[in-house]
């Protein structure tokens, strides 16, 4: 599971650190109900894509629904962008974007819905390598991945200008065997502003509703313990609003 969870980290071009100020354990207890439970996985994991390194660290989130006898599982993956690739992306979080940020936007979308793009077929070889990775040479015949449902990137909601989302549902087809998946990765200022934190769920995709809520929550709670500090919460908004 970790293989193909690295797939997916890697299809989001996270190649940069894994340090946050926020305990995603801290933050399910103080942010959802007694029915969740998030369970770190030690250590940090590396994975080479593009001739860089990708460094996360991933965790368990649970939900338990005891009267129906069903829980839900996924794992959530903590990463930072590289400099160059924050920098970039945060004009997109001022709180009053303005035509060129659109523009730049609409591009962007364009691109990662686009099947053809060069982002997608990197996202493609991506994960077809690390199938190969996690089940060896044979995937390579036995295995195909079909990306679908993309949901593009965009602010969580009207009212949330930290914090942005993309999402897509991941098919694995194992010789007739197949696994739905679904992802869905966040993105929200840390540092003071400086850098741009990724928290990312991978689940499967039946059952990922209480998960989907869930994170988005914890996504929020995680944007607010990056952005407090001298300047407040509020404050960096405005910071990140203005023109250079």
Not at 23 to 32: G, I, M, R
Not at 182 to 209: H, I, Q, W
Request: glycine fraction near 8%; charge should be neutral.
């Amino acid at each position: 599971m970790k293989k193909i969870t690295a797939l997916l980290a890697a299809a989001v071009f996270l190649m940069g650190g894994s340090a946050n100020a926020y305990d995603l354990a801290a933050l399910t207890e103080k942010s959802l109900s007694k029915t969740y439970s998030y369970q770190a996985i030690p250590g940090t994991e590396t994975l080479s894509f593009a001739g860089g390194t990708i460094s996360y660290k991933m965790g368990q989130l649970t939900k338990l629904m005891p009267r129906v006898k069903k829980f839900s599982s996924g794992y959530i993956i903590e990463a930072q962008l590289p400099q160059s690739a924050a920098e970039a992306m945060k004009p997109f979080f001022r709180l009053n974007p303005g035509e060129e940020q659109w523009e730049k936007l609409i591009k962007l979308n364009r691109i990662f819905m686009d099947p053809d793009s060069f982002m997608r077929k990197d996202m493609q070889k991506t994960m077809m390598s690390l199938a190969v990775n996690a089940m060896g040479p044979l995937a390579e015949k036995n295995v195909t991945v079909e990306i679908s449902g993309l949901e593009p990137f965009r602010r969580l909601s009207a009212d949330e200008a930290y914090v942005f989302t993309a999402g897509a549902h991941i098919t694995f087809n194992a010789q007739g065997l197949i696994l739905p998946m679904y992802s869905r990765a966040y993105f929200f200022p840390s540092s003071g502003g400086k850098n741009l934190d990724v928290l990312m769920l991978f689940t499967p995709d039946e059952g990922k509703g209480p998960l989907v809520y869930a994170i988005d929550d914890l996504a929020k709670e995680a944007a607010k313990s990056e952005l407090l500090g001298s300047a407040g919460y509020k404050d960096l908004g405005e910071l990140l609003a203005r023109k250079e």
